[in-house]
Nanobody, 126 residues
Framework: DVQLVESGEGSVQAGRSLRLSCASS????????MGWVRQAPGKEREGVAA????????WYGDSVKGRFTISRDYSRKTLTLHMTDLKPEDTGLYVC????????????????????WGQGTQVTVS
């Protein structure tokens, strides 16, 4: 089984940066598409960023383009989200997620794309 454990929770002021990490385990994780999804109070869950295996093709939500960078380290089985110029609207629970490929469900921009989830880590921007 694939397991995902996030770290990097924090409370920061607007304009600052924060880095989230997701440690993964499981023999097939390197072949899975991985991403970050966030859940803000009173809002629908939304995809933030995703990265494909192999080619490393990336997708970013419109609200984070140019500010967030997703990357993965295959040797350490780690997914990272580097967030800069944080805004109060970035506040939420950030969850690391993964999905086996090929997938015939929702597109990877949709939070429903993923089948494996971490517990999440809280980010608060004031």
């Amino acid at each position: 089984d694939v397991q995902l454990v996030e770290s990097g929770e924090g409370s920061v002021q607007a304009g600052r940066s924060l880095r989230l990490s997701c440690a993964s385990s499981g023999s097939i994780v390197s072949t899975m598409c991985m991403g970050w999804v966030r859940q803000a109070p009173g809002k629908e869950r939304e995809g933030v960023a995703a990265i494909s295996p192999g080619s490393g093709r990336r997708w970013y939500g419109d609200s984070v383009k140019g500010r967030f960078t997703i990357s993965r380290d295959y040797s350490r089985k780690t997914l990272t989200l580097h967030m800069t110029d944080l805004k109060p609207e970035d506040t939420g629970l950030y969850v690391c997620a993964a999905q086996k490929l090929p997938s015939r469900g929702a597109p990877w921009s949709d939070s429903d794309f993923y089948g494996t989830w971490g517990q999440g880590t809280q980010v608060t921007v004031s």
